[in-house]
């Protein structure tokens, strides 16, 4: 580690997280454990993250009150966006004076230790990607430490691996609420650009601009990966190098990527075998290998090249990129083949977005199947509202999709959207949709309608993914 980040805590202090059970909490406080921090944290939903923590030696409070602050005596606090000021320990916390950061605060100060760090950040795979580049660059010996947005099979099920090079972080950067302005990258990557989080970014062009501030950030003698054909990743990168001009800076290089066109590093010889992507990876022409991926999709083509530019720009080896992709069996909930149920296939994924919902249809379209089942649960009112003709015409097609009502953590439903008014918009044009209120209700509906392989695809956020875990628990027959 350098002398900036986290070296600027005091040594062995103690931290605590509010709300330490999320994804990415549950992962810096392991990291943090493992920089030697002495680390606690509280969260109101125990949950086998929660269990795992304490397992780790980091002591761990069911409640959120002023009494956890006292008898933990925290020299720092870490807590998530969604903890508000009048938490009664985040106020107890500001009356002892004592030091809060929000979660993407801490992660900056992670990045800050590290000589060298990759950030991949975009609307859509960045965790598959960072999965990607993490093995690649573990496979050639480089031993990074990564923080990811999901369980990972490859890391024990954990979302955070903890490296002896500390001169190397891989790091999955989420723009919700302008977090990832607070890493530092010397290689940025950017899978794609659509318009997300609308809760923030009210325009595509917000997206846009955030996203040029983003690779702003990037060290100037340093490497922004991107997609060469997106065309809102090609405006960002305009805007972040008028940008740099005018401050009379030296913009990072530019390296692109693509299936489909004119780049440095290409996907060559596309064919699909048994709805798996083969390809030969190239790098200016130069053929690196060939790689035959255990995960479906084309989508996954284009997150295989940014992960391959990011690692090979970083000191992996081509033999390594191609053996890491070829092993690569997905992060949790991303496509994730939960087992069989009845004869049919479980898979699910995150797929809360309009335009990943799409992609995901599309790979599963591409597998060995009869007909395919979709359960659909959108993430947040404000989303759905905003994006509802896309989500409606990206599920139109589907020849059947049931609906789970909208989940939202963060939100207030005022009843002015519902996953309802999806299904019957969806119905009105000609398309075959159903609402549920109750999971249960769900599930009886997919027993009636399911026969021997066919494929139920469940996709949204946790909340509907459990699904999966209960048609299928411990990966077999329900």
Do not use: W
Request: hydrophobic share 35%; with cysteine; glycine share 8%.
């Amino acid at each position: 580690m350098t002398d900036s980040g986290l070296n600027a805590l005091k040594k062995g202090a103690r931290i605590y997280f509010i709300g330490i059970g999320g994804i990415s909490m549950s992962g810096l406080a392991l990291l943090a454990r493992g920089y030697g921090f002495d680390v606690g944290g509280s969260d109101m939903n125990p949950s086998e993250r929660t269990e795992m923590l304490a397992e780790n030696g980091i002591k761990i409070y069911n409640s959120q009150v002023a009494e956890n602050i006292e008898e933990f005596k925290p020299d720092y606090i870490v807590k998530t966006a969604a903890i508000l000021p009048h938490n009664p320990e985040v106020a107890k916390a500001m009356e002892e004076g004592i030091t809060i950061y929000d979660r993407s605060e801490f992660l900056g100060l992670i990045t800050e230790s590290y000589s060298s760090v990759i950030n991949i950040s975009g609307t859509h795979g960045k965790t598959t990607t960072t999965s990607m580049t993490s093995l690649m660059l573990i496979e050639a010996g480089k031993d990074p430490t990564v923080h990811l947005g999901a369980e990972f099979d490859a890391f024990g099920g954990s979302t955070v691996r903890l490296g002896n090079n500390r001169d190397l972080l891989v790091s999955e950067a989420c723009e919700f609420k302008r977090s990832f302005l607070q890493f530092r990258s010397t290689t940025a990557a950017i899978t794609n650009i659509d318009h997300d989080h609308v809760d923030c970014y009210p325009t595509i062009e917000d997206v846009i601009a955030v996203f040029a501030e983003f690779t702003d950030k990037v060290d100037d003698n340093g490497y922004i990966v991107v997609t060469g054909s997106d065309n809102n990743i090609k405006k960002s990168i305009e805007a972040a190098r008028s940008s740099r001009e005018k401050a009379g800076r030296k913009m990072p290089s530019v390296i692109s990527c693509s299936a489909d066109g004119d780049a440095d590093f290409t996907a060559e010889n596309i064919e699909f075998v048994e709805g798996h992507p083969h390809f030969d990876i190239c790098f200016k022409g130069e053929k690196l290998g060939r790689a035959m991926l255990r995960v479906p999709g084309r989508h996954n083509i284009a997150n295989s090249l940014i992960a391959a530019a990011c690692a090979y720009l970083n000191g992996a080896d081509p033999e390594s990129i191609i053996k890491a992709l070829n092993e690569f069996g997905g992060a949790d909930g991303r496509y994730t083949i939960k087992g069989q149920y009845k004869g049919c296939d479980v898979v699910v994924d995150y797929a809360h977005h309009p335009t990943a919902a799409r992609v995901t249809i599309d790979a599963a379209e591409h597998m060995p199947h009869n007909d395919i089942l979709v359960v659909f649960q959108p993430l947040t009112f404000n989303r759905t509202k905003m994006l509802f003709e896309d989500y409606v015409t990206s599920l139109l097609p589907c020849k059947k999709v049931l609906f789970s009502e909208i989940f939202s953590d963060r939100e207030i439903n005022t009843g002015e959207i519902s996953s309802k008014d999806i299904s019957d918009e969806i119905n009105k044009r000609g398309g075959d949709a159903e609402f549920f209120e109750s999971k249960e209700d769900l599930k009886k509906r997919i027993d009636e309608l399911i026969k021997p392989g066919d494929i139920i695809l469940i996709l949204g956020p946790e909340d509907i993914r459990h699904l999966g875990d209960e048609l299928c628990p411990a990966g077999g027959e329900a």
